[in-house]
C-alpha cells in the first residue's frame, strides 16, 4: 500500500503493517524497498498505479483529483 504521508506511514508501522507499505512521501527517509509516490500536494498517479496496492492511505487530497480517479479505476482508497 502506497502512504503519501509521514504519519500514516507511521500509524501503518504501528499497526504492525510496515512491511505492506510499498510507496511513501517525498518527505520520508529513504527506506528500502519503498517508493516515493509523490507528497500531500502532488501525488504521483502513475507511481502508485504502477506499484499495483490493494489499499491505498492517502491524504484528504481535496484539491485533487487523485483519490476519485483512484477510485474509479477500482483501487481501494481509505483518506486519513
Excluded: Q
Excluded at 509521514?6 to 510496515?18: D, Y
Amino acid at each position: 500500500m502506497p502512504s503519501p504521508l509521514p504519519s500514516n506511514t507511521e500509524t501503518l508501522e504501528a499497526f504492525g503493517l510496515g512491511d505492506e507499505i510499498v510507496g511513501v512521501t517525498i518527505f520520508e527517509p529513504a527506506k528500502s524497498g519503498r517508493e516515493v509516490v509523490g507528497d500531500l500536494v502532488h501525488p504521483n498517479l502513475e507511481k502508485i498505479v504502477s506499484l499495483k496496492p490493494d489499499l491505498i492511505a492517502a491524504g484528504l487530497w481535496k484539491s485533487s483529483r487523485v483519490v476519485p480517479r483512484l477510485r474509479g479505476m477500482g483501487y481501494r482508497v481509505v483518506e486519513i
